[in-house]
């Protein structure tokens, strides 16, 4: 960069050339409290649009499933799927009982509280 200098009364330009130019911090760009905070906005904007996108799908089908005959059950202290399963399933089906039941509630796992009410099937 270089910088030009003309002298008063005088006819003498002087040009000068200086080195590379560094930001000190009055040059530099700093974000609001508004700018901030509008990128935060866009940030969480662009996180749902992409969790929207590639996030899990629910996929409903147009045909009816098969209808299974249940009972409703209330989770006693110290129950668990697996013992509940194990209370109505047939011999050496009881992890396919387990998942009957929670596909049955919509259990995203083997969790369950006391006093929840769960449908389990008939066998």
Do not use: Y
Not at 40 to 48: G, K, T
Not at 92 to 106: S, Y
């Amino acid at each position: 960069m270089s910088a030009v200098a003309i002298e008063p009364g005088s006819a003498r330009i002087h040009v000068v050339k200086q080195g590379p130019v560094s930001l000190s911090d009055s040059t530099r760009v700093r974000l609001t409290r508004r700018g901030r905070t509008v990128a935060v906005v866009l940030l969480l904007v662009l996180m749902l649009a992409l969790l929207t996108v590639f996030g899990p799908h629910s996929a409903a089908s147009g045909q009816a499933g098969t209808p299974v005959q249940t009972r409703i059950v209330e989770v006693g202290p110290g129950d668990t799927v697996w013992g509940i399963a194990s209370d109505v399933a047939e011999p050496g089906q009881v992890r396919e009982t387990v998942h009957q039941i929670e596909e049955l509630n919509a259990l995203s796992g083997p969790g369950v509280t006391v006093g929840q009410q769960i449908a389990v099937p008939v066998g």
